[in-house]
């Protein structure tokens, strides 16, 4: 059975950063691709960033291309989301989610590409 946990979520001032981390288990995770998406409230879920199955290859929304970094260690089953220069728009519910498709980075901003989510952790922004 496939889990994923997030953590690392909580209150930063605007400007400050923030590093969520998602733990892996019940598959073979470094075949498969990784992504990171936010819900704010009243809103759609969205894409913020993705990365292949090696890290050799990275995704960003625009919206946080330059202050959003997305890594993982295939070692420890883990992916991370570097968040900095954090701004009020950026308050959400962050989730993780894994692909449903080995070694693949197709549609990688479309959530039916993605066939496992976390629970997901809240990230809020002070102005």
């Known amino acids: 059975q496939v889990q994923l946990v997030e953590s690392g979520g909580g209150l930063v001032q605007a400007g400050g950063s923030q590093r969520l981390s998602c733990a892996a288990s019940g598959r073979t995770f470094s075949t498969y691709g990784m992504g990171w998406f936010r819900q704010a409230p009243g809103k759609e879920r969205e894409f913020v960033a993705a990365?292949?199955?090696?890290?050799?290859?990275?995704y960003y929304a625009d919206s946080v291309k330059g202050r959003f970094t997305i890594s993982r260690d295939n070692a420890k089953n883990r992916v991370y989301l570097q968040m900095n220069s954090l701004k009020p728009e950026d308050r959400a519910v962050y989730y993780c989610a894994m692909r449903n498709t080995r070694y693949s980075d197709r549609s990688y901003f479309n959530e039916g590409e993605y066939a496992y989510w976390g629970q997901g952790t809240q990230v809020t922004v002070s102005s």
């Open positions: 990365i292949s199955w090696s890290g050799g290859t990275t």
